[in-house]
């Protein structure tokens, strides 16, 4: 079963009680869930566009090149891609360990309406939120975002490709981001059955 909606900002109309955050933005459909911290970290408070600003800057022309994005810019046009954050309000600070539970909710109404087959962490925090909350490895995985980036990392149900925190890249890692992600995309990453075969008339049903 698919969406319906084709509005790529805030398609699932989330309103978190605060005046200012930053929702989700891209396909409803997407294959690609991108995920960061929250505004005051990956930007977007002026364009409400996750990670539009400083970080996209470098994360946008890599996703491109990844073939996540058919177009940068401050509205970059997505390609089965979708970004959004743990905590989408705009904080005064850093926020609380309370303030990320208060905030979860919208979160993982998005990633379960979406469900895309692939998370794209970026930086430590999600990293660590997806590999505890949506994976069976994030026990035995060390979050060292060096050796992660870029890496595929398969859980139960999704697989995980992380991303370094694009504040904090090298000369190295726009590649090494790409080629993880071209790498990704030339597999059976959706892992998809058909069960159609079990069932009466010629419909497939494709389950992962």
């Not at 409400?48 to 996540?68: Q, T, V, Y």
Request: proline share 7%.
């Amino acid at each position: 079963m698919r969406n319906v909606t084709d509005r790529t900002r805030n398609p699932f109309d989330m309103r978190p009680s605060c005046d200012r955050y930053v929702p989700g933005y891209g396909d409803a459909n997407a294959d690609f869930h991108v995920i960061g911290d929250h505004p005051g970290v990956h930007g977007g408070v002026e364009t409400g566009i996750p990670f539009s600003g400083e970080a996209g800057e470098r994360l946008f022309p890599a996703l491109e090149d990844g073939e996540l994005l058919a177009e940068t810019g401050d509205e970059p046009t997505v390609n089965s891609t979708f970004l959004s954050y743990l905590h989408m309000c705009v904080p005064d600070g850093t926020p609380s360990a309370a303030d990320y539970t208060d905030m979860e909710r919208f979160f993982d109404a998005e990633l379960r309406a979406i469900a895309a087959h692939v998370l794209l962490p970026v930086g430590a925090v999600a990293t660590k939120h997806v590999l505890n909350n949506y994976t069976s490895v994030g026990w035995k995985t060390d979050v060292d975002m060096e050796t992660l980036h870029g890496e595929e990392l398969r859980g139960s149900g999704f697989l995980v490709l992380p991303i370094k925190d694009p504040a904090e890249w090298d000369d190295g890692d726009h590649d090494e981001l790409v080629a993880g992600l071209l790498e990704l995309q030339s597999t059976d990453f959706r892992r998809e059955s058909d069960l159609g075969r079990f069932m009466p008339g010629a419909d497939p049903y494709l389950v992962r």
